[in-house]
């Protein structure tokens, strides 16, 4: 395999735009810097070409992505886009999994010279993210953020109408029962597909059978449904806050012997790709991947070209996905 320009990074330790000065000749390099790059080269035996060389403009041609974690296929599907998408623009996807930024704004994608932007997917630390990122002057999107005071520069899902759907969706089946399972009140979705759901409730002049809070996994569902069996009391329906949760709660019934959607009917949210495989296939809400990192790449481009000065937030909006988990109520 080809040695490239980031393989002489990786091996030195150093920046990408610091191998690329020394190749260039430039004199703002460090002695002993110059020397680590020069000795990664011969270790791997590198030869510079006119792509290295361009990147003495001074850009990277590398974007980072920070997020939280790898087990959501939500983000997976995300980044994969972002990949796709940047690629076509001559850019390098560089992924880091981070729960927050550490202390001094200490994080390895936000050092000098390390990127030319900067995608933070679902952060969980996003003021110090922001403050730290506007110090060094790298451009940064929000995706998925947590604080609407942060909405500048920002993609995000309008997760108020995914709950609206999903619980208009039950209602028009005939279903006057219907609980919601969600996420951790600190997640912005949590409160806003809560916020549509009660909503539709409430123009119906209806209660929740119950709202429970508790962790995006299967053994959320799983464990709530079954004191709903152990208690002899289930509701006609559940709006679950992601598939993950929409699944445990099917596994509990299903085990149970309790039918679904005849018993009981069941609304997922962000149409993982389990959603259509397991049987019965998941009536759920789709967060639009593509459309997302479409959105929040060409942003960041533009920032990044100096073509955005002034900060901008585009709501995408979800698309309620009828499969079989939900049919109308006998």
């Known amino acids: 395999m080809k040695v490239s320009i980031f393989d002489v990074a990786k091996k030195s330790g150093l920046s990408v735009v610091t191998v690329s000065r020394v190749l260039n000749g430039a004199e703002t390099v460090r002695e002993k810097n110059r020397q680590k790059v020069l000795e990664a080269m011969k270790e791997l035996d590198y030869r510079p070409n006119a792509a290295a060389r361009s990147l003495a403009s001074g850009k990277t041609g590398i974007i980072g992505v920070i997020l939280t974690t790898l087990h959501d296929s939500f983000f997976d599907a995300v980044v994969k886009e972002l990949n796709e998408v940047l690629a076509l623009h001559g850019y390098y996807l560089a ?3 981070s729960a927050g ?5 200490d994080h390895y994608l936000i050092q000098e010279d390390r990127v030319d932007g900067l995608l933070l997917l679902s952060p969980m630390d996003e003021d110090n993210y922001i403050l730290e990122l506007k110090r060094r002057g790298i451009p940064y999107v929000l995706i998925d ?7 500048a520069f920002s993609v995000t899902v309008d997760n108020w109408k995914g709950g609206y759907a999903a619980a208009r969706h039950l209602l028009e089946l005939g279903h006057t029962s219907i609980a919601h399972l969600c996420g951790q009140e600190v997640f912005r979705s949590t409160r806003e597909r809560r916020g549509g759901f009660m909503q539709a409730l409430e123009e119906q002049g209806l209660k929740p059978f119950e709202i429970v809070y508790g962790d995006f ?3 959320f569902g799983y464990e709530t449904c079954k004191r709903w069996l152990r208690e002899d009391k289930l509701p006609g329906a559940v709006f679950a806050g992601d598939d993950n949760i929409a699944l445990g709660v099917v596994n509990a019934l299903m085990e149970a012997g309790v039918e679904v959607p005849g018993k009981v009917a069941v609304v997922g949210y962000d149409d993982h790709f389990i959603a259509s495989r397991l049987r019965p296939h998941m009536t759920t809400v789709r967060q639009p991947a593509d459309k997302i990192a479409l959105a929040a790449a060409d942003m960041l481009l533009k920032r990044i070209d100096g073509k955005m000065k002034r900060g901008a937030s585009l709501r995408i909006d979800p698309e ?4 079989e988990t939900t049919a109308n109520k006998e």
């Open 217 to 219: 996994d299967i053994a």
């Open 320 to 323: 309620l996905i009828v499969r």
């Open 101 to 105: 930024i550490g202390e001094g704004g």
């Open 95 to 97: 992924v880091s999994v």
């Open 145 to 151: 953020h947590q604080k609407p005071e942060n909405d």
